[in-house]
T-cell receptor
């Protein structure tokens, strides 16, 4: 158990809909990373927050947004969903703001868009 | 641009034989290198990292990795493979502490 909790574990929705994925980082970790894993794209970095502030941005679509709340949990919002958004979405946490140490991954939220 | 290559999609090895999973990287500045493992339906788990110092790094579950600056490689090794090592392995680099860049992954199958 990594200590990182992601909900929901599975989500099935239709094109055009909006979903929210939630992540609770490991106790004491200030950084939260979001990754998208699909069969053809591998593990793609979406966005990182550190202590409530956006720290780094990757290949995140404009239809996607995220935030980190004062209690350090984070949410990833996906809107106007398309079939191609079907993927496994991982949250990972670490103590540092810089990418120097170990990342602790949650078990992921599997999104299926029909 | 920073990148990580794992030239083999799949590696098959017999149980108790040595295994190697290859990784090469391209990064400006000093690389910080990592290996992660992903078991089916699970998140990635940290195996080991190289920041500085000895080129041979030892990690979890008997794995080790060798940093080779001239070849820009960071190959993962284990002297004696177990069937339970079968999983997806990811190499990652953080160029100077900036964001993690992951390789495409290599699927390791250890055959009994």
């Amino acid at each position: 158990d990594s200590g990182v909790t992601q909900t929901p574990k599975h989500l099935i929705t239709a094109t055009g809909q909006r979903v929210t994925l939630r992540c609770s980082p490991r106790s004491g970790d200030l950084s939260v990373y979001w990754y998208q894993q699909s069969l053809d794209q591998g593990l793609q970095f979406l966005i990182q927050y550190y202590n409530g502030e956006e720290r780094a941005k990757g290949n995140i679509l404009e239809r996607f947004s995220a935030q980190q709340f004062p209690d350090l949990h984070s949410e990833l919002n996906l809107s106007s969903l398309e079939l191609g958004d079907s993927a496994l979405y991982f949250c990972a946490s670490s103590v540092e703001g810089l990418a120097l140490g170990e990342l602790f991954f949650g078990e992921g939220s599997r999104l299926t868009v029909l | 641009a920073q990148s990580v290559a794992q030239p083999e999609d799949q590696v098959n090895v017999a149980e108790r034989n040595p295994l190697t999973v290859k990784c090469t990287y391209s990064v400006s500045g000093n690389p910080y290198l990592f290996w992660y493992v992903q078991y089916p339906n699970r998140g990635l788990q940290f195996l080991l990292k190289y920041i500085t110092g000895d080129n041979l790094v030892k990690g979890s579950y008997g794995f080790e990795a060798e940093f080779n600056k001239s070849q820009t490689s960071f190959h993962l090794k284990k002297p004696s493979a177990l069937v339970s090592d079968s999983a997806l392995y990811f190499c990652a680099v953080t160029p100077g502490g900036q964001n993690f860049v992951f390789g495409p992954g290599t699927r390791l199958s250890v055959l009994p």
